[in-house]
């Protein structure tokens, strides 16, 4: 008993040092951090993976608010064009997190004696996510990304309507993401709102925080019914992410940032493929 005592003690304190340092890297490179609260969630605090992804929504929404008031302090959050974008995507979280995630069954599927699960399956779909967010965080800003935040005033001078199609296309999938998985969807925001949007990139990095927080923190009001929820817990790690942000965004200056999120994105990809490797070879198990 003592054994398991002290193993669920390290476990926890290494669950709010990871809290700390999630909230330290979105400070620092303005995104990535949170795609790692579910995976802290699950191996650290021991929280079944769909009730993570709940936790995850309240977490990344608290902490993405945050980082958007400090980033409309600086005048780099256009509150009109993330009202726009939140309207394509609240729905698609909410409805997601209200109707969807708990109409799936935790029993799927059964493939050659092996039952696919709920949780499972929500585990090696958020290893994907993780990959593909680290092959973004690596490759840094394409050309026409940082031509079209060169130059804020394309949509004003050309006079093009937006394009609504692709607006709501993009913004009812990253609901459904951040729905589903608890993910913020910062790496797919950014591009979206540059390319979609014409905004500079400083200005998609702090509009994007305030979509991920209203995208978030609604998406989580679907699960407000359920009785088990560990506020206490849910409150302490939130609390580190934010003092992790803050003081991200006071190192943010003394430290290269560009640097930083390469060598985040390859930590990211290592722990992704790490939870493919254990998910897999659990189901060939």
């Known amino acids: 008993m003592c054994g398991n005592?002290?193993?669920?003690?390290?476990?926890?304190?290494?669950?709010?040092?990871?809290?700390?340092?999630?909230?330290?890297?979105?400070?620092?490179?303005?995104?990535?951090?949170?795609?790692?609260?579910?995976?802290?969630?699950?191996?650290?605090?021991?929280?079944?993976?769909?009730?993570?992804?709940?936790y995850s929504l309240f977490v990344v929404g608290s902490t993405s608010l945050v980082g958007a008031a400090k980033q409309y302090r600086q005048g780099t959050v256009n509150i009109r064009m993330a009202l726009l974008f939140a309207a394509t995507s609240v729905g698609a979280v909410f409805a997601t997190r209200k109707w969807l995630v708990p109409a799936i069954p935790e029993q799927i599927a059964t493939i050659r004696g092996f039952s696919i699960t709920e949780s499972w399956l929500t585990m090696v779909?958020?290893?994907?996510?993780?990959?593909?967010?680290?092959?973004?965080?690596?490759?840094?800003?394409?050309?026409?990304?940082?031509?079209?935040?060169?130059?804020?005033?394309?949509?004003?001078?050309?006079?093009?309507?937006?394009?609504?199609?692709?607006?709501?296309?993009?913004?009812?999938?990253?609901?459904?993401?951040?729905?589903?998985?608890?993910?913020?969807?910062?790496?797919?925001?950014?591009?979206?709102?540059?390319?979609?949007?014409?905004?500079?990139?400083?200005?998609?990095?702090?509009?994007?925080?305030?979509?991920?927080?209203?995208?978030?923190?609604?998406?989580?009001?679907g699960n407000l019914h359920q009785d088990s929820i560990n506020w206490q817990l849910l409150f302490v790690v939130t609390g580190l992410a934010i003092a992790g942000i803050l003081l991200g965004s006071f190192l943010n200056s003394k430290i290269p940032a560009g640097r930083l999120k390469k060598t985040f994105g390859w930590f990211v990809l290592i722990m992704g493929v790490y939870i493919l490797y254990k998910e897999l070879i659990f189901a060939m198990g």
């Open 5 to 54: 005592f002290d193993e669920n003690y390290i476990m926890h304190l290494l669950g709010y040092i990871a809290s700390l340092l999630i909230g330290i890297s979105l400070g620092l490179i303005g995104g990535g951090g949170s795609i790692l609260t579910m995976p802290v969630m699950v191996y650290l605090f021991g929280i079944s993976p769909v009730t993570a992804t709940s």
């Open 125 to 221: 779909l958020f290893a994907l996510l993780m990959v593909i967010s680290s092959v973004f965080m690596m490759r840094g800003n394409n050309k026409p990304v940082t031509e079209a935040a060169g130059n804020p005033t394309t949509h004003e001078k050309s006079g093009q309507k937006f394009p609504a199609g692709k607006l709501i296309l993009f913004g009812t999938s990253i609901g459904f993401v951040t729905g589903m998985l608890g993910a913020g969807g910062g790496f797919l925001l950014i591009p979206a709102m540059v390319l979609l949007l014409h905004l500079p990139m400083k200005e998609a990095v702090g509009t994007s925080l305030l979509v991920i927080a209203l995208n978030s923190l609604i998406g989580f009001t």
